[in-house]
């Protein structure tokens, strides 16, 4: 939640934060007979119960294409638990735990989200928002969320 674990693998892995990052998810969403390489086996040593449980999640990942057709889905295409177990949390944390609480909290508050973002009119009280939404992540977790924002000025 924090992010640490970026800064921690860009450092041994001598890039920035962001494309450790990058780098990670890549790995995370990688069959695991073809992580044998010096980013992998490094994630390992270091975080061993994390890479175990993505090796776990992961030891049925699906990549024999049986059928004809580019972006069409097939049986057989590509299936990566870990992918599937993260896009779950994110939906259940964003739908059904923030908007619906944000809903009842501010019944007159009109938002739209898009993955793990959130749109708000430039109207509401910002900070006020952002601590009520980092204490229900609180209260899921026992874990702060880093929260940022961005002002959208369409004109």
């Not at 990058?22 to 995370?28: I, N, P």
């Not at 999640?57 to 097939?74: A, D, H, S, Y």
């Not at 295409?77 to 609480?101: G, N, P, R, W």
């Not at 708000?120 to 980092?134: A, C, H, Q, R, Y």
Request: glycine share 6%.
């Amino acid at each position: 939640v924090s992010g640490e674990i970026y800064k921690v693998l860009g450092e041994m892995w001598g890039m920035d934060r962001n494309v450790a990052k990058l780098k990670l998810l890549a790995l995370c969403n990688t069959p695991p007979k073809m992580l044998d390489n010096k980013f992998w086996n490094g994630f390992m040593e270091k975080f061993p119960t994390i890479a175990n449980m993505i090796l776990n999640l992961n030891k049925e990942f699906k990549t024999i294409k049986k059928g004809k057709g580019k972006n069409k889905r097939m049986e057989g295409d590509a299936v990566c638990a870990y992918a599937h177990l993260t896009q779950a949390v994110e939906s259940h944390f964003v739908l059904d735990l923030i908007s619906m609480k944000l809903n009842i909290r501010y019944p007159d508050l009109e938002f739209i989200t898009l993955h793990d973002a959130f749109y708000f009119p430039d109207t509401i009280n910002l900070n006020e928002v952002k601590g009520f939404i980092s204490d229900i992540f609180f209260e899921t977790v026992k874990l702060r969320p880093s929260i940022s924002h961005n002002y959208y000025n369409p004109k």
